[in-house]
């Protein structure tokens, strides 16, 4: 599956990464880096990080 | 005043290095004085000098460039944890409650929790009941808009805030005065007086704790389609929340979701009060109404600053604050800052950088968008009745620092 994060509405909260931390991480400097392409079996937590991002920044597109 | 000299390496010119000592003047503010506001000249005056303030209780982020990056820094707890304490609350029904609530946990055990919680909360999940938010605004507003006048506090604002947990919650909502007081009662805790007040705070938790008790018993019981089943089957890798963190979350989501609400509505009310015309463009264009609710909460949140504790020493920049040191982030300061909004004046249809009265980074508010959207239709169904809203005898405010609104707002309006 692939991902993509609009980093024009992403505010480094790091919500998702309590949903799915393999896929998304916080860096030294706070900022939000993340696997572009992931296994279909993250599916579940990939979804739910998006789901519960409070800026709605986080999208799957395939 | 404080002063505080830096030393800064400046001009690199062939191969001599100059240090130029350069002095950067602190700001002040004594944030414990009756007469400090947030919306006052000397604070205004202080975020133009420099990034951040002294004050008589640690220190203060004012521009919206550091609020935004420091206020999601883990170097800094919440550190509201050893408020109870603090105020010589060792033990208890309070002191346990407290000290076991997500908004104070850190760490793995805040993740954890955090983490089977958000999902009840997605957009997704609360875009449900907006027709049930939108028909108890109508119910309200039909009980006075013939009338011409309101309270708003009574009559609109604390009913409403209150109903929409009971909507969420399944507590019947012919109970909203009981869930009012309990949440004002168990409140006091945040207040200097917590000791004095406790018998009184923890005999209004024991009956919120039978409320989120018979709730979760009854769901685990009879599963249906609704936020506390959610809650009740969250399961994450085979982990799931305990009968206690359950009634933990419930009644933290009761009382942080109740009096904030009632107040930024208030505070909302204000704004587009002072902003008329920016009231008609919302009447006329209701799909305006959640980026009405951001603007308000930009210009004119009711949680005015965000505190937090510095876990290690924590330095940036010319700020070398020690571990244990209190590092407030005013919110509304830097929800008016210049910098970031060089047009600050109310524009419900502008595209702004975001605020931060909900809080940010892990704390980040767990119910903002049961607020986003409560608050949303509140403003659509008010302007979509009434214009020309207006004070309509004596109001009463909070004070305009910590968690701000008003008291009392008698308005008069012209039925549309």
């Known amino acids: 599956m692939q991902i993509s994060v609009d980093r024009a509405k992403c505010d480094n909260h790091g919500q998702c990464t309590f949903s799915a931390p393999t896929v998304f991480r916080l860096d030294d400097q706070g900022i939000l880096q993340y696997e572009a392409s992931v296994d279909d079996s993250l599916r579940a937590d990939v979804e739910e990080a998006a789901d519960v991002c409070p800026m709605q920044a986080i999208f799957i597109t395939d | ?416």
């Not at chain 2, 944890?81 to 076991?100: A, I, Q």
């Not at chain 2, 009971?166 to 007081?181: F, Q, V």
Request: glycine letters at 8%; aromatic letters at 8%; hydrophobic letters at 40%.
């Open chain 2, 1 to 416: 005043m404080i002063h505080i000299i830096i030393r800064m390496r400046h001009n690199r010119t062939n191969d001599e290095v100059h240090t130029m000592p350069t002095e950067i003047e602190v700001p002040y503010l004594d944030i414990s004085d009756p007469a400090f506001s947030m919306h006052s000249e000397a604070v205004r005056r202080a975020r133009e000098q420099h990034w951040y303030a002294k004050t008589n209780y640690g220190y203060a982020v004012l521009r919206h460039q550091y609020v935004s990056t420091l206020l999601k820094d883990p170097r800094l707890s919440q550190g509201s944890g050893k408020w109870p304490d603090h105020n010589g609350v060792h033990d208890g029904l309070f002191h346990s409650w407290w000290t076991k609530c997500l908004l104070v946990l850190e760490g793995e055990d805040h993740h954890r929790i955090r983490r089977m919680l958000n999902p009840a909360f997605s957009l997704r999940h609360i875009e449900a009941y907006i027709p049930q938010f939108e028909a108890l605004a109508e119910e309200l507003v039909a009980g006075f808009l013939d009338s011409g006048e309101c309270e708003y506090v009574n009559d609109f604002a604390e009913p409403y805030a209150t109903r929409v947990l009971c909507i969420l919650t399944g507590i019947p909502e012919s109970e909203w005065p009981t869930i009012a007081r309990i949440a004002g009662t168990i409140g006091l805790a945040l207040g200097i007086t917590i000791k004095d007040e406790l018998p009184e705070i923890e005999e209004a938790l024991g009956e919120l704790y039978g409320y989120a008790e018979g709730l979760i018993a009854d769901r685990q019981a009879n599963p249906r389609d609704d936020l506390v089943t959610r809650l009740v089957e969250a399961n994450r890798d085979g982990d799931s929340l305990s009968d206690d963190e359950l009634r933990n979350a419930l009644c933290l989501l009761i009382f942080g979701g109740m009096d904030t609400t009632r107040n930024q509505l208030g505070l909302g009310m204000q704004t587009m009060m002072h902003n008329p015309e920016q009231w008609e463009l919302l009447a006329a264009h209701p799909e305006l109404a959640r980026n009405a609710v951001e603007e308000v909460m930009r210009a004119n949140p009711t949680t005015t600053w965000v505190t937090r504790e510095a876990v290690v020493d924590f330095d940036y920049e010319d700020l070398h604050a020690p571990a244990g040191s209190t590092v407030h982030f005013f919110t509304q300061v830097s929800g008016n800052d210049p910098e970031a909004y060089p047009n600050p004046e109310i524009d419900i249809t502008a595209e702004r950088a975001p605020h931060y009265g909900f809080g940010g980074g892990m704390h980040h508010c767990l119910g903002h968008f049961v607020a986003r959207l409560d608050m949303a239709i509140a403003m659509r169904v008010f302007s979509k009745h009434m214009t020309n809203i207006r004070v309509n005898g004596q109001d009463e405010w909070l004070p305009d620092s910590g968690n701000t609104g008003p008291v009392r707002l008698p308005l008069a309006f012209d039925k549309r």
